[in-house]
């Protein structure tokens, strides 16, 4: 076996001294703002509730066609108003005392003046203060 090489040994240099490296300060974290609270969700708005409109209302009865008078006779005398027609102002329904109303337990030749307080108009349910009497 061969011998063995040894090393040349290097001089050993002293090593200085090294001065203490003085520590780095960090700063102080500053202290976090308070994160604002997350707000609570806005109440959901209600929905519009829209309501229905109403079923159109059915045409006044027609009227029952005017009887012609004889061009010689007198001029008519003005009507009674026992016989007067009535208007409804809010549906147009004419109440003809000549007819009455069937549907409402009046029989024909029933004056508007002699109508029970508590009638309403057939078509739209309004009192007898919403008619007016008309010629």
Do not use: E, H, N
């Not at 027609?85 to 003046?113: E, H, L, M, N």
């Not at 309403?120 to 349910?125: A, R, S």
């Amino acid at each position: 076996m061969p011998a063995a090489k040894k090393k040349a040994a290097k001089p050993k240099v002293k090593a200085k001294a090294a001065k203490p490296k003085a520590k780095a300060v960090k700063p102080k974290p500053k202290p976090k703002a308070a994160k604002p609270k997350a707000k609570a969700p806005a109440p959901k708005p209600k929905p519009v509730v829209v309501p229905p409109k109403p079923a159109p209302m059915a045409p006044p009865a027609p009227k029952p066609a005017p009887v012609a008078a004889p061009a010689a006779a007198a001029p008519a005398p003005a009507v009674a108003p026992a016989a007067r027609k009535y208007q409804c102002q809010a549906c147009g329904y004419i109440y003809d005392p000549a007819v009455g109303d069937p549907d409402g337990g009046i029989a024909p030749g029933t004056p508007f003046s002699a109508l029970p307080a508590d009638w309403v108009c057939p078509v739209c349910g309004v009192g007898k203060d919403m008619f007016d009497p008309i010629d």
